[in-house]
């Protein structure tokens, strides 16, 4: 049985739409009408859902200068604390409900990476539909199992994860009963390089850990996200932004609006492509079929002259025999005067007049000659 996880109304894993996810993160700069405009542009590009983060400095890490708390891991962020950065970064909690509003006015789902406790407690006062665990609190096991218990699907990003971190953070989902997992294949790194991506992990964690797989991607551009596709992501999540330029903690590696569209679109043709295992032909294809190759006369041919590679030969097109009779009739002698161009059918050799059920061409129509 296939795994599907329904967010808001949204059908989630095989042989549905990829759920296409706009990440705002720090990207509206601390501007409340940027951040509904970033709402409007992921609307107008095609995205299904707008993820946000809750969590203010004070929540997610603490105000010390020591070096356990200096950005030095080669980011674009080195020399900053992490308390510098998500005071920037944060996006204010008196927003979030007013955004939710604006997201279902426009048909958007919007979600959010809770990063304690405490804002696991505020997003349920929104009644949010899902929880999206970032890469590096795949290890909080407390928030994790506090998550769990409310029933809701749960997405996680596995950028830093080990196969244990994963583990237990599913284990202690299917602790609580809690079986609407998403597992989104993430690198780590802003923006990403191409050879660190590894989209084999995407159909590896649905055999796996038998549940829905996407990709969070950091790279730049979109060919990554379109190719994830083939290789069954259910989910994308983006980072979009309305001109890189604009500047601010993600800006570097975000996508901006017509970018992130010419993703959704390029996604939507993948999934057209993809189609089923089938050899059934379409009616242009079978229509394209009489061009096929088969056997036709190649030279004027005498009654009672024997058929040889000179006079009968496999071209295009499809309304002769079959090129698999080919040297079945070489030798033979033909019954009548043919004309070059003729389709070869058995009426017109000697000893094959009866074998008329071997004699639809090889392009399968009907015609008469």
């Known amino acids: 049985m296939k ?3 329904i967010i808001d109304g949204h059908r989630i894993g095989e042989q549905n739409p990829t759920f296409i996810v706009a990440e705002m993160s720090a990207n509206h700069n601390q ?3 940027r951040a509904i405009e970033i709402l409007h542009a992921a609307k107008e590009a095609g995205a299904d859902a ?11 890490t603490l105000n010390s200068d020591k070096s356990y708390f200096h950005i030095t891991q080669g980011t674009l962020w080195d020399g900053r604390t992490l308390y510098d950065l998500y005071k920037e970064a944060y996006t204010p909690w008196e927003w979030q ?4 509003e604006e997201a279902k006015k426009q048909g958007l789902t919007l979600f959010s990476s809770p990063f304690d406790l405490s804002s696991v407690d505020f997003l349920e006062t929104l009644d949010v539909p899902c929880y999206k665990i970032a890469s590096f609190e795949i290890t909080d ?11 809701k699907p749960i997405i996680f990003a596995t950028g830093i994860a080990y196969e244990k971190d994963i583990e237990l953070a599913l284990d202690t989902c299917r602790q609580e009963g809690n079986d609407k997992i998403i597992l989104l294949k993430c690198t780590s ?8 991506v590894n989209l084999e992990m995407i159909p590896f964690f649905k055999e796996k850990y038998d549940c829905v797989s996407g990709l969070s991607d950091h790279t730049m551009g979109y060919s990554v996200a379109i190719a994830s596709v083939a290789k069954g992501a259910s989910m994308i999540e983006k980072h979009l932004t309305l001109k890189r330029s604009d500047g601010g903690a993600d800006s570097a590696f975000s996508m901006e609006p ?7 679109e390029g996604v939507r043709q993948v999934e057209k492509a993809l189609g089923k295992v089938t050899f059934e032909l379409s009616e242009k294809q079978r229509r394209e079929r009489e061009h096929t190759r ?8 005498k009654r009672g002259e024997v058929f040889t590679p000179e006079n009968m030969r496999s071209v295009r097109p499809g309304y002769g025999l079959h090129t698999k009779y080919y040297e079945e009739i070489l030798g033979k002698k033909a019954l009548r005067d043919l004309e070059m161009g003729t389709p070869m059918s058995w009426k017109y050799v000697e000893g094959c007049e009866d074998r008329k059920n071997d004699d639809c061409p090889a392009g399968e129509g009907e015609w008469s000659v």
């Open 31 to 33: 501007d409340f009408g």
């Open 50 to 60: 707008v993820k946000i983060q809750t969590y203010t400095a004070d929540t997610i």
């Open 97 to 100: 409900g007013r955004l939710m």
């Open 141 to 151: 096991i407390p928030m994790i199992r506090k998550i769990a218990k409310l029933g």
């Open 258 to 264: 017509e970018e992130f569209k010419k993703m959704c």
């Open 3 to 5: 795994k599907e996880i």
């Open 189 to 196: 790194a802003y923006p990403a390089p191409f050879e660190a």
């Open 294 to 301: 088969s056997l036709f006369v190649a030279k004027d041919i």
